[in-house]
Nanobody, 115 residues
Framework: VQLVESGGGLVQPGGSLRLSCAASDITFRNYDMNWYRQAPGRGRELVAHSSSAGGSTNYADSVKGRFIISRDNAKNMVYLQMASLKAEDTAVYYC?????????WGQGTQVTVSA
């Protein structure tokens, strides 16, 4: 199983970024897909969740109204559209796939929000 994130980088406050995660060797549609992040000196935080069925999504309060998670089951892709970025959004962002105890992680992509 591989989860490969891309799209991170340096962006100014107020800017936007779109993260992508490509999954392979899993039955993608059966997995909840999540984006987590980890800032220096802090624990890993769940940012956004997309359920395997029904299309429901959930967000951390800190990103509600600014981030949108979406998935393309035909392409085995999950995305995180981030807008109105703040310095406190700076972190390594990880893609996660979970289904019934099977739990997989990507290697992470760095997002830095700085002027």
């Amino acid at each position: 199983v591989q989860l490969v994130e891309s799209g991170g980088g340096l962006v100014q406050p107020g800017g936007s970024l779109r993260l992508s995660c490509a999954a392979s060797d899993i039955t993608f549609r059966n997995y909840d897909m999540n984006w987590y992040r980890q800032a220096p000196g802090r624990g890993r935080e769940l940012v956004a969740h997309s359920s395997s069925a029904g299309g429901s999504t959930n967000y951390a309060d800190s990103v509600k109204g600014r981030f949108i998670i979406s998935r393309d089951n035909a392409k085995n892709m999950v995305y995180l559209q981030m807008a109105s970025l703040k310095a406190e959004d700076t972190a390594v962002y990880y893609c996660n796939a979970w289904a019934g105890g099977r739990n997989y992680w990507g290697q992470g992509t760095q997002v830095t929000v700085s002027a």
